[in-house]
């Protein structure tokens, strides 16, 4: 027999105050992580989860901020709290990251270079027949996002995700799966299920893509390492101009 909506629905938190927190997080969490909080969702207001789980907004507040220490919610000053992933990282190593803070989005992007760079390198080199069709398919599944104007953050994170399975070593997939999508900087644009990056940026970063699959179609070591620092210091210089 199938579970009734209220079965279905996480239990209502109860106990002391950090009890609570935690429970309404856990609760929140397990819904986000589940779908029934789509990406660019809004979540319920404070009044609303207040009156749903009958804690105080304290509560609901350091259950909101424990999502975003998460990175699957960010708030908006006067708007709520919205999903931005719904996927958790498998460690702590972005515990400090702040999602719409342009100098951590920066660090990330430092921290990928020094991945990433050889990594595409690698790939070159060592991809097989299969892994280079990957490539090529995450590279058009992008574009074509690009164009119909839908979102392109997972699109995107697939794209780099083929190329670190590429390099035929796992310890370079598992870098970037334990980050997760926050390694996309316009992740934080995300709030609906339309893309809000400019068509422009987005043209722009389809066109870096497309030089680094085909170097590393073409087995061009050198030149997929140039196209991926082109890629990754062009998104840190754009993010720097916004910074300044």
């Known amino acids: 027999m199938g579970k009734t909506e209220e079965q279905q629905r996480p239990a209502k938190p109860q106990g002391g105050r950090a009890n609570l927190v935690q429970n309404l997080a856990a609760s929140l969490r397990e819904e986000i992580l589940s779908d029934a909080f789509q990406l660019g969702t809004k979540l319920p207001s404070e009044a609303a989860l207040t009156e749903e789980y009958k804690v105080s907004r304290t509560?609901?507040?350091?259950?909101?901020?424990?999502?975003?220490?998460?990175?699957?919610?960010?708030?908006?000053?006067?708007?709520?709290a919205f999903v931005i992933s719904q996927s958790m990282p498998s460690n702590n190593m972005l515990k400090s990251f702040i999602p719409n803070k342009i100098?951590?989005?920066?660090?990330?992007?430092?921290?990928?270079?020094a991945v990433e760079i050889e990594a595409a390198a690698l790939a070159a080199r060592r991809r097989s027949p299969a892994q280079e069709g990957?490539?090529?398919?995450?590279?058009?599944?992008?574009?074509?996002?690009?164009?119909?104007?839908?979102?392109?953050?997972?699109?995107?994170?697939?794209?780099?995700?083929?190329?670190?399975?590429?390099?035929?070593?796992?310890?370079?997939?598992?870098f970037l799966e334990m980050m997760g999508n926050q390694i996309i900087p316009r992740q934080q644009l995300v709030s609906s299920n339309k893309e809000v990056a400019t068509s422009r940026y987005l043209q722009q970063i389809v066109a870096e893509h497309d030089k680094i699959a085909l170097s590393i179609s073409s087995q061009d070591e050198q030149g997929a390492r140039d196209a991926m620092r082109l890629h990754l210091e062009g998104g840190s210089n754009r993010y720097r101009e916004l910074l300044r």
């Open 134 to 174: 990957a490539i090529l398919e995450a590279c058009n599944d992008m574009k074509e996002l690009a164009q119909k104007g839908a979102l392109t953050v997972k699109a995107d994170f697939e794209f780099h995700k083929a190329i670190a399975d590429a390099t035929n070593n796992k310890r370079f997939p598992e």
């Open 103 to 113: 100098s951590s989005i920066i660090e990330v992007l430092e921290l990928r270079m």
């Open 59 to 80: 509560v609901v507040r350091e259950a909101i901020a424990s999502l975003r220490s998460d990175g699957l919610v960010e708030t908006r000053q006067g708007a709520g």
